[in-house]
């Protein structure tokens, strides 16, 4: 089965610290992969896609993802975080079966800390 | 705005009730897709759209679940029957190819069902 895992319920780091969210996913050929972060009482916001190319996938906000084949990762990264990074982050995989869906992990919650 | 739409945002029913949730796409989006997302989860996909025609309904949870697009913009999700489980945030989200990875989802804020 296709499919991401999230193995963190919840990353907490101090405001300019580097954040990092980790995702992991199991999919028959190719790759296609997605991060989205949710605020509160509002929809997912898109912040970066690897389709195929460079590993380092540069997003909007300041984030970055790094695809690893051979570790089957696409952990999202931050240099220095904000108290306004605080959110929900999901990550996620284009299934390619029948017209194609996007499935998620389970959300990891990010707490930054002044 | 430019962005989905979706209607109500609070949704309060009885058990046993039907409701009708609307979304709003993105002006000329091909692609119109509703995800399930219970308190402390993901996402999960019920059903694609491609204009009015409705392709993928495969993640529909029963038969109670019905979803519509009949002039390829506005789309219903209605629930007859409510049932506790079906309490959970809906999200609709439009993309504006059809069946393209490379093309982004736009979601809406979603609709907050709540059955009690």
């Known amino acids: 089965a296709q499919s991401v895992a999230q193995p963190e319920d919840q990353v907490n780091v101090a405001e300019g610290n580097p954040l990092t969210v980790k995702c992991t996913y199991s999919?028959?050929?190719?790759?296609?992969l997605f991060w989205y972060v949710q605020y509160p009482n509002r929809g997912l916001q898109f912040l970066l896609k690897?389709?195929?190319?460079?590993?380092l996938v540069k997003g909007s906000y300041g984030f970055e993802a790094e695809f690893n084949k051979s570790q089957t990762s696409f952990h999202l990264k931050k240099p220095s975080a904000l108290v306004s990074d605080s959110a929900l982050y999901f990550c996620?995989?284009?299934?390619?079966?029948?017209?194609?869906?996007?499935?998620f992990g389970a959300g990891t919650q990010v707490v930054v800390t002044p | 705005g430019a962005g989905v739409s979706q209607s109500p945002r609070y949704k309060v029913a009885k058990r046993g009730q039907d409701v009708a949730l609307r979304c709003d796409p993105i002006?000329?989006?091909?692609?119109l897709f509703w995800y399930q997302q219970a308190l402390g989860q993901g996402p999960e996909f019920l059903t694609y759209?491609?204009?009015?025609?409705?392709?993928?309904k495969s993640g529909l949870p029963s038969d109670r679940f019905f979803a519509e697009r009949p002039e390829g913009s506005v789309s219903t999700l209605k629930i007859q029957r409510t049932q506790q489980e079906d309490s959970a945030v809906y999200l609709c989200?439009?993309?504006?190819?059809?069946?393209?990875?490379?093309?982004?989802?736009?979601f809406g804020p979603g609709t907050r069902l709540t059955v009690l």
């Open positions: 002006s000329g989006h091909v692609s």
């Open positions: 759209f491609q204009n009015e025609a409705q392709l993928d």
């Open positions: 690897y389709i195929t190319g460079d590993n």
């Open positions: 996620a995989v284009w299934i390619t079966d029948s017209w194609g869906k996007l499935q």
């Open positions: 999919v028959s050929g190719n790759p296609y």
């Open positions: 989200a439009s993309s504006l190819a059809a069946g393209v990875v490379y093309n982004e989802q736009f």
